[in-house]
């Protein structure tokens, strides 16, 4: 099933809530802004480690499936993160794109 961007950050956002449940019943409170980022660090180095994998330097089973859901991890990571701080995401990243793009272009000459 394909998502579209404003699907995928409902989604995010929704699991999100489940989460700050969960951890409100837990633990008495939810995650600060600086802890998630400091779970999205850890999630990057899983993943760092799944590409090396991917890359035939490192063995790890089912190398594929979980470099899948690493990066689906770090996407959600970077959806609540942009939230939390008051980022439009879909806005930003169509912008920098842009910018990008016409920056390498202009430097390719084309």
């Not at 998630?36 to 089973?61: T, W």
Request: with cysteine; proline share 0%; glycine share 8%.
């Amino acid at each position: 099933m394909t998502m579209k961007f404003e699907e995928l950050q409902e989604s995010a956002l929704k699991l999100n809530d489940l989460y700050e449940k969960l951890a409100i019943k837990l633990h008495g409170r939810a995650w600060t802004t600086e802890e998630l980022a400091l779970g999205f660090v850890g999630d990057i180095g899983d993943l760092a480690k799944l590409i090396q994998a991917n890359a035939g330097i490192r063995h790890i089973d089912e190398c594929q499936s979980k470099l899948g859901h690493e990066l689906s991890d770090c996407l959600w990571s970077v959806i609540v993160l942009a939230s939390k701080c008051g980022i439009d995401l879909e806005a930003e990243f169509s912008r920098n794109i842009k910018e990008i793009t016409k920056h390498v272009s202009k430097e390719l000459g084309t």
